[in-house]
Structure formats: structure tokens, C-alpha cells
């Protein structure tokens, strides 16, 4: 059974930093590609980050290129989002997501599995 779960959300003023994690299990991780998304109320998921199954390429939502930087530890089975400079935007529910294709995508649907979650909320 595959299982992505989501660590390090939070309350944060603006201009400060977290790190969320997800730890996967049940899935051969280094074979996939790994996705962050977000969704905020009354909005739909929308793409962060992703990296491919080395780490060798990495994407990211205009929004978030500079702030934000999307990580792996393969031998930890573990992704990484490591968010700076945090704005009031970017307050919603974090998701991972693994890709069997491996290569890195921004679509919600071709990813496989999802993690359940974690809210980050940045006060102004």
C-alpha cells in the first residue's frame, strides 16, 4: 500500500521559511517523479514543484521560482519543499504527489498517488 505523508505546515509570518517533507512508503521511490501542489479554499489544486526521479532536473510555478526550492533524499525515501520568503498567497493546503513516468510533470492528473496534506498558513 502506497503512502505519501506530509509533514512541517504551519503558521508563519510573511518573510519567514518552512521545510515540508513527505515520507513514502510502499513504492519503489526512486523511480518516480515527485510533485508538490496546493490548493486554497474555494480554489483549485495547482501546481508548485516537481523533480524527477534523480533529482538532476527540478520545475517550478512562476509564482514560487526563486522563494521555493523542491528536494530529494532517495535513500530516505523522502521529498523536500523548502519555502523562503513566504507570502500571504501562498497560505493553502500542501500536497506531494508521485509520478510513475519519473521525468517531472504539472499536471495533477498524471500523477498516481497523493499525500493527504498538510496546511501552511502565512500571516500578514
Do not use: H
Not at 73 to 96: F, G, H, I, R
Amino acid at each position: 500500500q502506497v503512502q505519501l505523508v506530509e509533514s512541517g505546515g504551519g503558521l508563519v509570518q510573511a518573510g519567514g521559511s518552512l521545510r515540508l517533507s513527505c515520507a513514502a512508503s510502499g513504492l519503489t521511490f526512486s523511480m518516480y517523479a515527485m510533485g508538490w501542489f496546493r490548493q486554497a479554499p474555494g480554489q483549485e489544486r495547482e501546481f508548485v514543484a516537481a523533480i524527477n526521479w534523480s533529482g538532476s532536473s527540478t520545475y517550478y510555478a512562476d509564482s514560487v521560482k526563486g522563494r521555493f526550492t523542491i528536494s530529494r533524499d532517495n535513500a530516505k525515501n523522502t521529498v523536500y519543499l523548502q519555502m523562503n520568503s513566504l507570502k500571504p498567497e501562498d497560505t493553502a493546503v500542501y500536497y506531494c504527489a508521485a509520478d510513475r513516468r519519473a521525468y517531472g510533470s504539472r499536471l495533477t492528473y498524471e500523477y498516481d498517488y497523493w499525500g493527504q496534506g498538510t496546511q501552511v498558513t502565512v500571516s500578514s
